[in-house]
């Protein structure tokens, strides 16, 4: 998860999953039944794809179609349907054929065994109406010059009872653009590929990007991986990033160990200029598919900035192919896109996902104790933002209504941190041999891709698997309301309360959640951005508490009120992007004078009280954290 400025994003994992066997509609022809869909890339219309669908055969007097109300993963209800336009029918021979909408996601079509075709036109949701609703990195870009980025769930939908059918999906596209995709290609050419899905959830697990060639592919430790940029700029190139992600990944599968079987991924990375970064309000992350994730950045990043982030958030996203991919339960297995059944499991999806994205960086020596400790510390305070008494399996199971979903982002804040506890809890029982990662492993051992889990034996599956106290925890604070001392943890190992340094989002921090300055009112009720509170960096610089900040690397700020906070909000976004090495000015007025303070960015922390090691911790607990963090 990551934080820009005001805002607090996840970095989510969409899940797509293999659905319910359904009885298919057919004519009793021995011929199976094939859905054909096209998408339309060269005419496109005020930013509309048009996109037909051709079903091969159907029976009865009428059938449903279905554009996605919601996706795995998102745990909100996105209604996909919303962004579709002119849906029409025909039947074999050309002729209009009867459709009324039942709702904004399903349409009836008459004469179902007529039904030659259906046609309708898709806005993309980088900029069409409501689009800011959607998640980028689940959304759909359409830019017939530069690039196109096409989540298929909300642009292919699919007929009641038909999910398990297979489709062929064409799409014609720009001759200068190249598709990058998981999904299996049938032919490619520079104006149309043709591609092959096994069945629904085929088609909308595997996004493709269509951009100028920009990407890279090397094979590691069993696995072929891809990198793919959308850089608006051409800044950034992926042959840049390579270093970086096959360091990473192997990290990763040195972690997992034979847990992992993916034999490929792929990483479509989609950079949005500053513009589109402010209609998503600063929204940036990636959303998971099973052999590849899309991530959605800002081009404006520097080199540094964006490393590290997609070491974060990519590593988040490819530990889905441990959990949900291998470890789900029925209600994900059998998911209904249109009526939904959420499992009570999110600690394990998203929360042992994004514990796993920072143990391994320090198991496998990319990062060091004190910042692992950081991070842990980190998400104790982001959690507080939540409430900490609701019942983690409860709000799981209701995540899409409130009061539950307010409280999604918990997930990956407290969510990680119910894994940290249960890690050390199980090392502690185990002296030291066991660990959440060895009961992920053995619950994929037992179950697999292909067999869920019943969502309601899960927790007594884990328990029987390890200890008691295991049982007694889940019961009191997963399933129950008991907030979690994470002291009375954190002791186990040989860690406590102390004084230390928390690096800081951004330049302008003075902690995790506050800027350096606060807004205030002069004499002559003007409003202004007055420096309240400092960090490492800006210490260095000369900023003084009671320093009026006037403007920001050169760019001055206007005046301060609601019709100008899009250029200001434009003005700190900036600093965002900003890496170590980055040399920037601060301008203030201070007792009458207007000065330029200059420095770099550096790495800016300020002292807190948080996770340090317990100087007089005892062998026995010192021995566990080893064991807790480097076995």
Known sequence: MKTFYTQFVASLSLVFLISGCA??????????????????????????????????????????????????????????????????????????????????????????????????WVNDTFD?????????????????????????????????????SPYRLSVRSPKHLKAFTSLPAISTSDSLDVFNAKRYFHIIDNPILYSEPNAVSFDLDNIKVGLAIYSPSGTHQAAAYQEAIQEMMVAQKKFLGASNNTTSYDILLHLMDMETLRYYGGMMGALEHHTSTTVVFADAMQAAELTQNLVDVVSHEFFHTLTPLNVHSEEIHNFEYNTPLMSKHLWMY??????????????????DAPDFYGRMNEKISYGQRYDDTMSFTTMSAGIVEEPYAANYGNVYQKGALINMCLDILIREKSGGEKGILWVMKNLAQRYGKDKPFQDADLIDEIVAMTYPEVGNFFKTHVEGTTPINYNDYLSKVGLTEGETQMKLPAVIFKDAQTPVFTAQYSEDNVRLFVISGLNSSLEAMGVQPGDVMLGLDGQMFPEINQENSTAINAIFNSSFMWDATKEFTLTVARDGETLNLSGKVGAPSMTVSGIVEDAEASEAAVTLRKAWLFN
């Open 23 to 120: 009885a298919l509609q057919s004519n009793n022809s021995t011929k199976p039944l094939v859905i054909e869909a096209a998408i339309d890339l060269v005419n496109i219309q005020e930013d509309k794809v048009q996109i037909t669908i051709r079903p091969s055969s159907l029976a009865g007097d009428e059938i449903v179609f279905y554009i996605p109300q919601i996706v795995p993963g998102t745990y909100e209800y996105s209604n996909f349907g919303r962004f579709v336009e002119d849906f029409k029918a025909f039947d074999k021979k050309g002729n209009p054929v009867a459709v009324s909408a039942i709702d904004q996601n399903s349409w009836k079509i008459s004469a179902a065994k007529k039904l030659g075709k259906i046609t309708y």
């Open 128 to 164: 069409g109406p409501g689009g800011e609703e959607i998640y980028p990195m689940g959304g759909t870009h359409f830019d017939s010059d530069k690039t196109h980025l096409l989540n298929l769930h909300s642009m292919i939908g699919y007929f009641k009872n038909i999910k398990e």
């Open 350 to 367: 998203e929360g042992t996902t994004e514990y796993f994205a920072d143990l391994f960086q320090i198991n496998q020596g990319l990062i």
